[in-house]
């Protein structure tokens, strides 16, 4: 396993780390002291420098047992570790943790050369060595890897307090002039667990280092002695300096001179406490801060959410103002919509444009105006208007007066239909540029109702809670789930959310969706799952389980003799409980079929996937496909599922009827309107329905319905069929479609079927 070398400051960690090989040198259990050596072996293998912990460990292990025994067996430790860890860096691998273990095992041969004679020793000491190597490469490890953070799962606290525990034995019996180091770091211990605000944590170390106290002597004196005065410090001290000292030492003093002694070894029982009280007060406020954000006490982090709060607030106002910019371009390019004229308007701006160019420099222009008059215009609007209405005009629409006097009634008869065919195309073109700017418009408008729809949502304040997201954090870690971080939230609904910082093992995700619905008291399920940058950890977002799901069913076949089909389909999920279900069906069968229904699809998928609404949606595509000059025509048939509310939308544009197959009875959900594309203005047909559980939907396109010819036909047939399975039922319709047409496929066919379940 490959740990990176940790990185704290270096004075204090190689201090720390020499006090403990100093005390792991001096700790024995029965005469066996394989501490020491199975510790250089942890610290090699999470990655602390190994010249420095080979140093340290020869170094205390000379110290206390100054003999060429004990040189040796040293030397042979560390050469073992040295030439692993060697032999590993030049092949560029990481320490396997089995083979340390071995490598460990074997480094015991100098230790069972010299102590060959007693079997049982040797037995014990090798098993001893491999737990301690265990125990504390779980420690170190759980160190590097929580940083600042103090959260240990069961297994970690397990091995910590055995730790904590060889620590106390270590400094069993190490007095310097009757002066008791054990009773001065066990008091320390409580002090600057107590000023932290971990009355449970301080209470466990404390019993774990006086237990290793205890193995001196086989006494729990001083396990009780320390006990009562974390319990007494922490019931009757709040977090503060002076009155932990204070109580603390009237507590020892009396628990002295009542239950242990009487005369001058009580003033050197109580020595080290006063000098751990003296030291505690002089700690500087700054050092504890860094304590307490060491060891595991969970904040309220109140300011950091509010933080939240108000961010929302300011991006809702955000939204507001970006909202209301697109709203004034929607009126910016409506206002740009030129409007067409009308018809009396029309005729007079042609008559003029034909008099102007057709009688402008004709001869008989003056004749024409004095025997006519105001007869010659009236005339020509006449021509004009049956131009406009018929689309063009011939020699029999002549009236007799003009066609006796004029000169140039061929000229006047190309000019009025050259004139009103350019009109015509020019009539075309402005009403496909208005089109465009009347889309834009709308999409713009859409675009602001979208955001300012987004910003009240974010507006909501979330809510949090602090006092089950440290429940959930004990359970986890009581379970062995390494859990770095709970945060449950709860926005506009009454639907709590959780997000949880794990490490990565998706093994434990049913443990920790079961831990958090017992917590919560609501069925709850993970719905995401994404790494946490430079860690091993992932976050794990869970909501609450919806009622219901859904499982889908898919059936299509080409149209007779064409490679592609003119269907396309989707079936997207749009968000935890909703699906889109769509089938949309292009105009003809083939290659272009297809084209058309896949671009009108994808348009539709991407606008609600946005979270546009229906009416925008359609209205947009619509205009996008009728700006096409080209007759390019879909049919779409929509259903939305929302399982949380149980709710179904239905849109159908130029689609058949579709179909909700219930445990009772059969209903219809009818089609209309024309398919998309082919007017301007687009007139769904809409319906709205509930569903449960069983509910069966099926969707089916034209070359299905015109098979079975009539709706009872169809629904006759589907009542008949006894499976629930999706898939089953897709493949029963199309087969049963493709035998009515003599296993000959007259349109492109497709089946969807979609069947909503209740979760367990």
Known sequence: MKIKKLKTQPILKYLVLLFVCFTFANAQINGLSPFL????????????????????????????????????????????????????????????????????????????????????????????????????????????????????????SICFLFCIALIGVGLTNVNIANFSVARFVAMMIVFIFLSVGSTTLTFAITISFCLGLALYDISLAVVAEFAILALLSGIFAVPNKGKIVFVTLISDIFIQYFFMHQD?????????????????????KKVLNNLTDFVYVKKSEISSRNLINTTRKNIRKRMAEL???????????LNMVKKELNKEELIAMLTREVTSTCCKDCLDKNRCTRSLGTDNKSNLETLINIAVTKGKVTLLDI????????????????LINRVCDEYRQYKSMLQDINNVKILLADQMGAVSKLLLNIGTEIDTNVTFDIARENKIIARLLNMNIECKEVLLYTEKTDDISAVIVVKSQEEH????????????????????????????????????????????????????????????????????????????????????????????????ENFYKVGFDNDTILESVNKLLAINNQENYSTLDVCL?????????????????????????IEIVDGGALPIGALDNISPAIKKTTVSTKDIIILATDGIMDAFETQENFV?????????????????????????????????????????????
């Open 37 to 156: 050596y199975a510790f250089l072996f942890a610290l090699v293998f999470v990655g602390v420098d190994e010249k420095i912990a080979s140093l340290f460990i020869l170094t205390s292990a000379i110290l206390f047992s100054p003999k060429l025994e004990t040189l040796l067996v040293a030397i042979t430790y560390v050469a073992v570790v040295l030439i692993v860890f060697y032999i590993h860096k030049a092949l560029k691998r990481s320490i396997n943790i089995a083979t340390h273990f071995i490598a460990y095992f074997a480094s015991n041969a100098t230790y069972i050369y010299y102590n060959y004679t007693n079997f049982l020793s040797i037995l014990f000491y090798v098993l001893l060595g491999l737990i301690s190597l265990y125990v504390m490469i779980v420690v170190l490890q759980s160190l590097w890897l929580k940083k600042n953070c103090f959260k240990l799962t069961l297994d970690e």
């Open 264 to 284: 001058i070894a009580m003033f050197y029982e109580v020595l080290p406490i006063i000098f751990a009280s003296i030291l505690f007060l002089l700690l500087p």
């Open 323 to 333: 909202s209301n910019v697109f709203m004034d371009m929607k009126q910016l390019h």
């Open 399 to 414: 009236p007799n007066g003009l066609s006796n006097r004029c000169a140039k009634v061929n000229n006047l008869i190309s």
């Open 509 to 604: 995700y049913p443990l920790i969706e079961k831990v958090i619905t017992e917590t919560l008291k609501v069925p709850m399920q993970v719905v995401n799952s994404l790494p946490v940058a430079d860690s091993n950890f992932r976050s794990i977002t869970l909501r609450k389980k919806s009622k219901f799901d859904c499982m889908f069913g898919l059936a299509s076949c080409n149209k007779s003799g064409n490679i592609e089909c003119g269907d396309c389909h989707s079936i997207i999920r749009l968000g935890a409980d909703k699906f889109l279900l769509a089938l949309c069906d292009g105009m003809g069968a083939g290659k272009s079929a297809h084209k058309m229904s896949a671009m009108t699809l994808g348009l539709i």
């Open 641 to 665: 599922l929302d399982l949380n509310k149980e709710i179904a939308d239905f849109i159908k544009v130029g689609s058949p009827f579709g179909v909700i197959k219930r445990e009772s009875n």
């Open 716 to 760: 006759d047939f589907v009542s008949a069929l006894a499976s629930n399975n999706p898939q089953t039922l897709a493949e029963t319709i199309l087969n049963e479609a493709l035998q009515l047409n003599e296993m000959s496929a007259k349109d492109d066919m497709t089946v969807l079927v979609a069947r909503t379940y209740l979760k367990n």
